[in-house]
C-alpha cells in the first residue's frame, strides 16, 4: 500500500479537492483501491462521501488514540473507496495525545495502518492546514507527500517551510519523501506566468508538469457532495485532475 500525504501550511490550496479528485480517478480510471484518510478536523473529504457525523468519535481521531484503524473505516458509495472520517473531535484527542509522555506520539499512524497494509492499493491523506500531532503523524506514516500551491506569495513563501518539515520528518522515517509540487487553480495572467517560472525554476523543488486549472465546478460539486471528477467530466479541473494522475503514475513507473 501507497501512503501519500496531500498537505500544504496554507488553506483554500486544493487539498482536499485533490486528494478527493485522486482517490476518485484512481479507483474509477485505474482500478486501484484506495483508503481516504480525512486527517481535517473540517471534515470536507467526509463529508463529500457523506460519512460526516460530528456528534461520534469515530474514524482518523480513534486511530490517533488507539493505534488501530481496521476498526475506524467506513465504506463508501463507491466499492473501491473507503474512507476514515474526521470531525471536530480530532481537537479533544489531540490534545489527549500530546499529555501522554509515556509512550511515542509521532507514530502512532504508521503503526495503525500495517493493519491494513495488504487491503489497498493506495491510501491518501488529505491533511489541515496546520502541523500538529496528527500532521506529524501522517507525515511520518506516508512514502509521499504531494503539496497543492496556488501562484500567490503567501502560498509559495510557506513552501519552503514545508519543505523543511518534509526533510525533519525523514529522521522519523527515512522512506517519506515529497513527490511533487502541484500548481492548483490555475489562471493564466503576466504574474502567475511570472510565479510559476520562479517555481520551477529557483525552488529546488520538483514540480508536476500538469497544472489544474481554476474550475468554478470544485465549488459547485461540494454541494452535490460529488467529485470535481464526477460532477463535471468535461471541466478544465477534471480533465487536468486525469492528466495529473496519469503523470503521477508515470512517475512512478506504473
Known amino acids: 500500500m501507497k501512503v501519500l500525504s496531500i498537505v500544504n501550511l496554507k ?43 460530528p456528534t461520534i468519535e469515530a474514524g482518523t481521531m480513534n486511530m490517533l488514540l488507539t493505534r488501530k484503524s481496521k476498526e475506524n473505516i467506513w465504506n463508501t458509495l463507491y466499492e473501491g473507496i473507503d474512507i476514515m472520517p474526521c470531525n471536530l473531535i480530532m481537537e479533544a484527542a489531540e490534545k489527549q495525545v500530546l499529555l501522554d509522555t509515556e509512550s511515542a506520539q509521532h507514530n502512532r ?37 504531494i503539496i497543492p500551491v496556488n501562484l500567490d506569495n503567501w502560498s509559495l513563501d510557506g513552501l519552503e517551510e514545508l519543505v523543511q518539515q518534509v526533510k525533519q520528518i525523514k529522521v522519523l522515517n527515512s522512506k517519506t519523501e515529497l513527490a511533487g509540487v502541484l500548481i492548483t487553480n490555475y489562471e ?7 510565479a510559476e ?58
Open 11 to 53: 488553506g483554500g490550496v486544493g487539498k482536499s479537492t485533490t486528494a478527493i479528485a485522486m482517490a476518485h480517478l484512481l479507483y474509477v480510471k485505474k482500478l486501484r483501491k484506495v483508503l481516504l484518510i480525512d486527517n481535517d478536523p473540517q471534515g470536507n473529504t467526509s463529508r463529500t462521501f457523506e460519512c460526516y457525523d
Open 109 to 145: 499512524y504508521i503503526e495503525a495502518l500495517r493493519e491494513i497494509e495488504n487491503e489497498y492499493d493506495y491510501c491518501i491523506i488529505d491533511n489541515p492546514p496546520d502541523i500538529g500531532m496528527h500532521v506529524i503523524n501522517a507525515l511520518v506514516a506516508s512514502d509521499q507527500v
Open 188 to 194: 493564466k495572467s503576466v504574474t502567475s506566468e511570472a
Open 197 to 254: 517560472r520562479w517555481l520551477r525554476e529557483r525552488s529546488g523543488q520538483p514540480i508536476y508538469h500538469q497544472k489544474i486549472r481554476h474550475s468554478k465546478q470544485t465549488k459547485d460539486c461540494t454541494v452535490y457532495h460529488k467529485p470535481v471528477t464526477e460532477y463535471s467530466i468535461r471541466c478544465g479541473a477534471s480533465q487536468d485532475y486525469k492528466k495529473f494522475i496519469e503523470e503521477y503514475l508515470k512517475q512512478e513507473g506504473i
